[in-house]
């Protein structure tokens, strides 16, 4: 179980890191004002930097407001039962992501929509195939042959000559 | 299968095969036009010009797909073409920014990371005023200039890149000061240059000639060897070949021409290279090609083989040179 | 009125068989390629371009133009019902649209979405009919200080519209910002922030953002909820559709205003997108119950429908006159109409008025045929809510995954969509305001190129901003904005009241 307490710190410690990294990426380019304004660096240290500090900013709040024992950031952000269901769903978009990154998308679009259709939806292995190759077929004719846009292309595709 | 492209469902459709010689090495797949501009940029234009050619003279057996991979001034483009290593299928289309970008910014390419095999026109360049600028030639235009230095502001498009790079070289022979201003495109520079907010630009013909038709600008002169063609009028009597180039007009630069170019991947078969030379020198021949390069007054030049890697290293050490001098070239 | 005689003569070249037809296969390809997120207007007008070349200029133009009404109309569908903006322009429509959709009223949004967009459209075209030689002039006067401008008045009357935390807004709006600099600067030529990683070299894509904060966010939000919103008594007939549009009336004074936000920013570099969100706001702003909007309000459907397609009609004008294009798809157009040996420019009016004028009548004909037909779609997409959400959701999915890729064809871009998936996520749940994160994506980076090149034109002084009538009445009605509710807010805070929370 995760309170709210601890969403708001991690997701804002997070934010500051992110705003570090812009204000160090930054410093590469100069975040002086020359001649003609302001230096290419300048736009992006300054956003980094206020991110950074609007995070420390919410931290700050937050940890006041667990010393106070305000009752907002004791409520529960994500109990068990929610974040199975979360992560039942999520899991698999990134099995998804990484089997599209190795196989390509058609075959990533057929192995989610059957696992999708067989064990979230309940449906049975026959309607689960039929509907997992067809939406792989359609999307092949819509986007391949009617747009003239490939989509992401794996071993098993190079194998048949794409 | 073909049947379902809408190319095809609206023009009717294309049959298979068709010309394409005997050669070696064929296509055996889709091939990738890989774009180094956004959708609607002069190499955007460029690209599905050859295509639509290639299509209607059924050039290539195999069909084609356009990618846009403009990222980065292009660079994202050769990097997807360093990224097909060995893969003739994949052709690139840019301008010669796909030997100069590596200078100027630390990119995941280097120039030895294509292969060059084609270059199908020549962009050319003008120095351009607003219409109602008192100066009838470059001439005078140079000595304002130099009457005041950082007074006068020149339009471009983009940063470090061609238009910079000439206005860099003018600087350098006149002695002239200028306030360069990098817009996202000569679009831009072209309506900054109409509306009086700049007092001229570098665009190339086909950027300026709406304002130049409405006698919004005027050419001056053209960094080009010779005089254009000679076209029909386009404003107060005066065509694209009643332009002076600029050395006659007293303006010391030979040339600045900007080639479109056309690459493929390192390590692909000599044979390949030679498929695409074919090709694209039969679209060089077409009528339609012929109109698109005039029709956007650029200078159509075909050059394969030595006759690019000599233009290649030429353009390439003119441009280092100001790259150098200005301090450019990316650590 | 030598404009209307001359429309009259486009009307006359627009009305064949031929042309009317190419107006239904543009508007349908266009809602296909609207429904599919990623996809898009700009990607399916330079799909079509090719085939073009071979065709004259009025009839290629049409077709082109067709295509984008429908990529519009078909990107506020995904948008209602799904919460995926098929279109960057169609974004701020899921703030209200989608919670419509959800409470079972999705006819009703779609309608509502569908005829205020055809109000705001044909408001665009009466405008370039009546008043396009003195519209071109002014445009001309717009240099990058007015640009800045027009931005900062954007932002500003987004800013000061939330109820969130400051330190939130803050931080999702320098969020934003970030991202928006990653890449190419085009001001000083420096890849920016990309830290040696080839991926990030065209930077973050806007619309995979979008994608993965909202499409995908929000079937995570769904999910934990363990919500259904099937068949919430989608009531799907004809009637409905009428019923609505006898409503929309009632919103004249929405209609009016959003009509008026969305040629504004058409004419000057604003663009669609920033019109809608624009819209929506001042729409919040001026209501009597602001808190009703982000919670199906018809009105925040109403508001950046009308501004969107408002301005992408308005936005037509300067690139014909000028050669400015006002959007994405109005760029690939442009290099369409060079290669048809059309020059934009002023003269384009006077040498080939039978392509000018063709175009302007065909934006009406266009329009209505657009909106006939997306209405006809109401009742089918409205449907698709009846299907079982196990179905519909892994569909959401699959297309906002391919809609990514198909952005720039890159793997990387899906990975981004599933990140941006978990921060829409966790911000949402957070009281992250979403908004501005998106807003400073969109016109973050146009802002501070504007900005700068401002900085230059001037040496380095800010006087540029008050240098003449135009600039200085721009910046002074974006610091109204800016100031106004926060003097609200603070006579709120004095009088003991707690202002307004929301969403935004």
Not at chain 3, 330 to 338: E, I, K
Request: neutral net charge; glycine residues 12%.
């Amino acid at each position: 179980m995760i309170t709210r307490f601890w969403a708001e710190t991690a997701t804002a410690l997070a934010t500051l890191l992110f705003g570090l990294v812009i204000v160090y990426g930054a410093l590469e380019f100069g975040t002086g004002w020359d001649s003609s304004g302001p230096q290419p660096g300048a736009f992006p240290f300054y956003t980094g930097a206020l991110v950074a500090l609007a995070s420390l900013g919410t931290l700050v709040v937050t940890l006041a407001q667990r010393l106070r024992g305000a009752a907002i950031v004791n409520e529960i952000f994500l109990d068990r039962e929610r974040a199975g269901r979360v992560l039942a769903f999520f899991a698999p978009l990134v099995a998804f992501v990484v089997i599209t990154a190795f196989a390509g998308m058609y075959v990533a679009t057929i192995a989610y929509l059957l696992y999708a259709m067989r064990f979230q939806g309940g449906y049975g292995w026959p309607v689960s195939i039929a509907g997992a190759v067809g939406a792989a077929f359609v999307f092949y004719v819509v986007f391949e042959r009617f747009f003239q846009i490939g989509l992401l292309k794996g071993p098993i595709e190079r194998m048949l000559g794409y | 299968m073909k049947t379902f492209s809408i190319t095809a469902a609206i023009t009717g459709a294309i049959a298979f095969g068709g010309a394409g010689a005997a050669q070696a090495w064929q296509p055996t797949k889709p091939v990738e036009f890989v774009v180094t501009s956004g959708a609607g940029g002069g190499t955007d234009n460029f690209a599905r010009m050859i295509q639509s050619i290639i299509s209607k003279h059924k050039l290539i057996d195999q069909s084609i797909v356009v990618v846009n991979k403009g990222g980065g001034s292009g660079a994202e483009g050769y990097i997807h073409g360093k990224g097909g290593k060995g893969d003739a299928h994949r052709v690139i289309f840019g301008t010669n920014n796909a030997y100069l970008l590596p200078y100027v910014a630390k990119l995941g390419y280097k120039f030895s990371d294509l292969t060059p095999v084609a270059a199908l026109a020549l962009d050319e360049f003008l120095l351009w005023v607003k219409g109602d600028s008192p100066y009838a030639d470059a001439k005078s235009f140079v000595e304002a200039a130099k009457a005041k230095p950082m007074g006068f502001k020149m339009g471009g498009s983009q940063s470090k890149d061609t238009d910079q790079t000439l206005t860099s070289m003018i600087q350098d022979v006149t002695g002239a000061k200028m306030i360069y201003v990098p817009f996202q495109g000569g679009s831009a520079a072209a309506v900054q240059l109409a509306g009086g907010h700049i007092d001229s630009n570098v665009n190339n013909p086909n950027e300026n000639i709406g304002q130049w038709k409405a006698g919004q600008v005027k050419p001056l002169c053209v960094f080009s060897p010779v005089r254009l063609a000679k076209g029909e009028p386009v404003f107060d009597g005066k065509g694209w070949g009643d332009i002076p180039t600029c050395k006659e007009a007293g303006l010391p630069i030979e040339t600045f021409q900007m080639p479109r170019t056309v690459w493929l991947p390192a390590e692909v078969p000599a044979d390949a290279v030679t498929f695409y030379e074919g090709v694209l020198e039969k679209v060089s021949q077409t009528p339609e090609w012929k109109e698109f390069v005039t029709r956007t007054a650029q200078t159509g030049r075909f050059m394969k083989g030595k006759e690019l890697t000599d233009f290649v290293a030429k353009d390439d050490a003119a441009n280092k040179k100001v790259f150098e001098a200005e301090g450019w070239i990316a650590k | 009125m030598d404009n209307i005689a001359s429309l009259m003569h486009g009307f006359s070249v627009v009305l064949t068989t031929h042309h009317i037809l190419l107006m239904m296969a543009g508007v349908l390809l266009g809602i296909l390629v609207g429904v599919l997120p990623g996809l898009g207007a700009p990607n399916g007008v330079s799909l079509m371009l090719p085939l073009t070349f071979t065709m004259d200029p009025v009839s290629a133009i049409i077709l082109l133009t067709s295509l984008y009404w429908g990529a519009l109309f078909g990107g506020s569908t995904t948008s209602i019902l799904f919460n995926i903006p098929g279109e960057p322009s169609s974004v701020a429509t899921t703030f209200d649209g989608h919670p419509m959709a959800k409470q079972g009223r999705a006819t009703e949004a779609l309608s509502f979405a569908f005829l205020s967009a055809g109000f705001g459209a044909m408001a665009g075209v009466i405008l370039i009919t009546l008043l396009s030689g003195w519209v071109a002039n002014f445009a001309l006067r717009f240099s990058s200080p007015e640009y800045f401008a027009v931005y900062f008045m954007t932002f500003a009357s987004f800013i000061g519209l939330g109820g969130a935390s400051p330190f939130k807004s803050i931080v999702a709006m320098g969020v934003g910002f970030a991202l928006a600099s990653i890449g190419m600067d085009s001001v000083s030529g420096n890849v920016r922030l990309t830290f040696e990683f080839d991926a990030l070299l065209a930077g973050v894509s806007f619309l995979i953002a979008v994608i993965g904060l909202f499409g995908i966010g929000e079937l995570l939000l769904t999910m934990e909820q363990g919500l259904k919103f099937e068949g919430v008594a989608a009531k799907v007939s004809v009637r409905d559709v009428l019923r609505t549009a006898a409503k929309l009336p009632r919103y004249w004074v929405a209609l009016l205003r959003s009509s008026a936000i969305g040629i504004w920013m058409g004419i000057t570099p604003g663009g669609p997108t920033a019109a809608s969100f624009m819209s929506y706001a001042m729409a919040k702003r001026s209501s009597r119950d602001p808190a009703k909007f982000g919670k199906g309000e018809p009105e925040g459907v109403i508001a950046p429908e009308t501004a969107d397609h408002a301005a992408g009609s308005a936005a037509m004008l300067p690139m014909l006159a000028l050669g400015i294009p006002g959007s994405a798809t109005a760029a690939v157009m442009m290099g369409g109409l060079m290669i048809w040996g059309l020059n934009p420019g002023p003269m384009l009016f006077i040498e080939r008025p039978d392509f000018v004028w063709g175009l302007i009548a065909s934006m009406y004909l266009g329009n209505v045929v657009a909106v006939v037909v997306v209405l006809a779609t109401v009742p089918i997409f409205a449907s698709i809510l009846k299907i079982p959400f196990s179905i519909v959701a892994p569909l959401i999915v699959m297309i906002c995954f391919i809609g990514a890729y198909t952005v720039g064809s890159k793997e990387f871009d899906i990975w981004v969509a599933l990140a941006f998936g978990l921060v829409g996520y966790v911000f949402k749940k957070l009281d992250y305001p979403i908004a501005p994160l998106v807003l400073a994506m969109v016109i973050g980076d146009k802002a501070e190129d504007a900005f700068r090149q401002s900085m230059i034109f001037s040496q380095g002084s800010l006087s540029i901003f008050w240098s003449n009538a135009l600039v200085s009445t721009l910046m002074a009605i974006g610091l109204a904005l800016l100031v106004l509710p926060l003097i609200g807010r603070v006579s709120l805070f004095v009088r003991g009241r707690k202002p307004v929370l929301n969403a935004l």
